[in-house]
């Protein structure tokens, strides 16, 4: 099943500097992805991420240089996405 998920990065060393991302993993059964999945997916992005809060699904970078903290703020499974956006077309018919 693909997983579609928001992730917010927040740069330590820069007030203010966070960036919207989204990703996509794909697990073979109808759970959601595990911890050990995200933690791949963001380590093959670039970011060396370790797990700070497993429940809360959040990661940290502790490069020296760009320190980051990852924050995993949707996930949902593809099946919803489509749902909502086929909703979405067709309650826009009806507000014209």
Known sequence: MEWNFLFRIDHLKETGEERNL?????????????????????RSCGYNADVQDAH?????????????????????????????????LISEQFIK
């Open 22 to 42: 989204k990703g996509l993993i794909v697990t073979e059964n109808d759970q959601p992805p595990k911890v050990e999945q995200i933690q791949s997916f963001l």
């Open 56 to 88: 809360k699904l959040i990661f940290r970078d502790s490069n020296p240089e760009d320190p980051v903290d990852i924050r995993i703020i949707q996930l949902e499974d593809q099946e919803v996405h489509e749902t909502d956006r086929i909703l979405k």
